[in-house]
């Protein structure tokens, strides 16, 4: 995606976007939604992308009780351990 493209997108003009490629400036919190990326990958501290609607689903389970929560997990687990085993068979 070209610095055009990116400033377009998050209504940033193009000098804007090259000086965050330089990190002469810092984005923001805004921009990362825009883009649908945490604000630890847009400034590099990550390499790992997260999907928005994992996130969310992520946001959703931490709301639950602690029982509920727990279920999720070991449901999760179980699905996780059988695929991974599919996979190596």
């Known amino acids: 995606m070209s610095q055009h493209e990116v400033g377009k997108l998050v209504s940033v003009h193009d000098p804007v976007i090259g000086r965050y490629e330089k990190v002469k400036v810092k984005p923001s919190i805004e921009m990362a939604t825009q883009l649908e990326v945490s604000l630890d990958y847009l400034v590099g501290s990550t390499d790992t992308l997260l999907e928005t609607s994992i996130v969310n689903r992520v946001i959703d389970i931490q709301k639950l009780k602690e ?23």
């Open 67 to 89: 029982n509920k929560k727990q279920h999720v997990f070991s449901l999760l687990d179980a699905f996780l351990k059988h695929t991974k085993l599919q996979s190596i068979m």
